[in-house]
């Protein structure tokens, strides 16, 4: 991917973090755990999370050095460098145990990468029992119209020229179908989102 082109994806989006972060937190419903944000579009809802949650203990990172220095200068730039750490992470074989989280981000990996299911499954693999995955992304819930449509042009000119897919419900309905989630459902509201729960 585009380095500079992936910073100003992130540069556009940061208003809009705040609103992911809320979004996912409502319905995590927790204020505390082990949380790890996967890709390049990090750290702004790992940040944000940090910022509304002192418990939580976070992770995030992509599989190219470039930009995990990246991750880690943005992180320290926020002062957050005590409370969200940066690893070398690929998005489909995970360098962590089984039941590692509570809390698995991928903000835009719906839309960006081949092979869905082996994303999710992965995600879900190094999920506790009774955690939450979130794979997708969006303005967030709670993003105020006007706030949106001021940064809608460049925000999809962005996307478009990282080639970004266009996904319905039923696309997202039939990955989780074929990753053999339990208990997901889908929210359409400023995005498109997948969350599911870890069965034990």
Known sequence: M???????????????????????HAEYGRDS????????YGPGVA???????????????????????YLAETIAEAGMSARVRVEPIDKYSLP????SFDLVIFRGGLFFWEEQERL???MDRVLKPGGMGAH??????????????????????LNDRLGKKRLSRADVRQIAENAGLGSWRIAAAHGLWLYWEKHG
Do not use: T
């Open 2 to 24: 585009d380095f500079e082109l992936i910073r100003a994806v992130n540069a556009c989006f940061q208003p809009f973090y705040p609103y992911a972060a809320a979004e996912i």
């Open 33 to 40: 755990g082990d949380v790890l944000e996967i890709g390049p």
């Open 47 to 69: 940040l944000a999370l940090a910022g509304r949650c002192s418990k939580m203990r976070l992770v995030c990172g992509d599989d190219a050095e470039r930009l995990n220095d």
């Open 96 to 99: 962590f145990e089984a039941a």
């Open 120 to 122: 999710v499954a992965e």
């Open 136 to 157: 997708g992304g969006g303005f967030g819930a709670g993003a105020p119209d006007e706030l949106i449509e001021s940064l809608l042009p460049e925000a999809r000119a």
